[in-house]
């Protein structure tokens, strides 16, 4: 991960950790079904941010290396898991863990994989994984079908310039199965929503990587979201609604 990369989330932790979405649950049943997860393997969460990801394994039992270059992302992480025993936070990056060497059982990235060094990660993970060991990849995916969310995404391709670039919509299936190169790639997929009213609907905006900085935002932004907000909004509330894609090898 480049420096530019470690750092954008640093001013957005706050709204991190408040406004975006966890994973489904069932994502351990589907992993438990696909590959045969149990709470014995190792598992390494790669960008692990605020432990959004994390939180599904060390609930399941698992030991987990939470894997984040970002220092106040990071502290968040321990901080709010400062009970279980059974996890490891490491300042590292997807292309050099400090994990020792054939111990993991499984690689979990979680809304993360779009910003690695796809060859250097590789090669970390490959050196890192256990000889029958699992990579699995997962974002949170806007639903597209979601008229809403259709329109939310012409406000950011509009209204932000910096939106398309760093979109890990830039991510295809493609780039996934070149990535995996001859591990079997399965993809399952599971429905997942958040519940908004204005100020978390903001907040959830705000908590985006593109998103522009405090002071570079304008006045027009936050009208231009309030608007769309009101023209979708029930009791003064939205669904935004979300497809979990998950990759599993």
Request: hydrophobic fraction near 35%.
């Amino acid at each position: 991960m480049s420096k530019n990369s470690i750092e954008r989330f640093t001013n957005r932790v706050v709204d991190y950790e408040k406004f975006r979405p966890s994973y489904p649950t069932e994502i351990i049943q589907v992993l438990k079904e696909q590959i045969g997860l149990d709470k014995q393997w190792l598992v390494a969460d790669i960008g692990s941010g605020t432990g959004l990801s994390t939180q599904l394994f060390l609930e399941n039992g698992n030991d987990v290396f939470a894997v984040e270059p970002n220092r106040e992302m990071r502290e968040s992480l321990v901080h709010h898991f400062k009970t279980y025993r059974n996890l490891i936070a490491l300042n590292a990056t997807a292309e050099d863990t400090s994990i020792d060497a054939g111990c993991v059982d499984l690689i979990f990235a979680g809304q993360s994989f779009h910003w690695f060094d796809r060859e250097a990660c590789r090669k970390e993970f490959n050196r890192i994984l256990s000889k029958n060991g699992h990579i699995v990849l997962a974002w949170n995916q806007r639903d597209p079908e979601d008229a809403f969310q259709q329109e939310y995404e012409q406000f950011l391709r509009h209204h932000i310039p910096s939106y398309q670039s760093v979109s890990h919509k830039n991510i295809t299936e493609n780039d996934l199965r070149q990535f995996f190169a001859d591990r079997p790639m399965t993809k399952v997929t599971l429905p997942n929503q958040q519940i908004f009213d204005l100020k978390s609907f903001l907040g959830r905006a705000r908590s985006s990587s593109y998103f522009p900085k405090e002071q570079d935002r304008n006045k027009n932004l936050y009208d231009g979201l309030q608007t769309l907000f009101e023209k979708y909004a029930i009791s003064e509330r939205i669904v935004f609604r979300y497809i979990t894609e998950i990759y599993i090898s």
